[in-house]
């Protein structure tokens, strides 16, 4: 009766160690994930924004649209690249300008999550989701800086810049945006490892 209560307490504490394990594990993995997105999201941001600032610079909002639309989708490509293999990095809205940038179901969910949040003003700096053998990394996009409404704010008085995005994106809904609106999103997704 002494052995089995002792074998049964040693295996519940060896149970119990075990789970432990696994919470720490998955602390672990949680915070590098973590740390990844934020990486990938701070190069694309940074990539973006550093072309975009010398084409704005060079030529205004419609030498920053031209460049845009045949370099946007490269350049997140490029940036992707530069991080280990199975990293994928995108762009979310819901009010989308590239087709490329629409959100799945669920980047859908987390993009109304964060305009909610947004308009509480509790808006985190990012979410993370834990998949079977992934993470997704979701780090919100603001309006914050003045130069983005150029193009994504009231642009009728630009006639050249709204004749472009008429052209090349008919069905371009990313328009209308005050400062601090919620843009969209930097999806990354990260492998368990």
């Known amino acids: 009766m002494k052995i089995s209560l002792l074998l049964l307490s040693l295996l ?27 990486e990938v999201s701070q190069k694309l941001l940074q990539t ?13 909002p419609l030498a920053a649209a ?25 762009r979310v809205s819901l009010k989308t ?13 987390i993009l109304e999550t964060f305009k909610a949040l947004s308009k509480l003003q509790t808006l985190p700096p990012y979410l993370m989701l834990e998949k079977k053998h992934s993470f997704t990394y979701y780090q919100p996009l603001i309006i914050n800086n003045a130069v983005c409404l150029k193009c994504h704010g009231d642009i009728k008085k630009a006639s050249a810049l709204a004749n472009f995005l008429k052209q090349h994106y008919p069905q371009d809904k990313a ?19």
């Open 48 to 60: 973006l924004q550093k072309n975009l600032k010398r084409h704005m610079k060079k030529g205004g």
């Open 97 to 109: 300008r590239n087709s490329s940038n629409t959100p799945t179901k669920m980047d859908d969910t």
């Open 66 to 90: 031209k460049f845009c639309n045949i370099n946007a989708t490269k350049l997140t490509l490029e940036v992707q690249k530069q991080f280990n293999a199975g990293i994928k990095v995108r």
């Open 175 to 193: 328009l209308g945006y005050k400062l601090k609106d919620l843009r969209g999103a930097i999806v990354v997704d990260i492998p368990h490892k």
């Open 12 to 38: 519940l504490f060896t149970q119990t160690l075990f789970a432990e394990m696994t919470v720490q594990e998955r602390a672990i993995k949680t915070q590098r994930a973590v740390k990844i997105g934020k």
